[in-house]
């Protein structure tokens, strides 16, 4: 939801996040130099939306 988007743009180095209400997933593009999948999934925790990472593409 439109709170895990909040969560995750919240996140320091974080420059992208979509949302797939469908398939209960984020996309995240963020810079790994600022920010980590740690952070990431503590955002979404906080925000009441455990997560986990799924699979990743480096760019």
């Not at 974080?14 to 810079?31: I, L, N, Q, R």
């Amino acid at each position: 939801p439109i709170t895990v988007k909040k969560a995750l743009s919240r996140v320091q180095g974080v420059s992208k996040v979509s949302v797939s209400y469908e398939k209960k997933e984020a996309t995240v593009m963020y810079d790994d130099e600022k920010t980590a999948v740690e952070a990431l999934t503590k955002a979404t925790g906080a925000a009441g939306y455990p997560s986990k990472l799924k699979g990743g593409v480096k760019q």
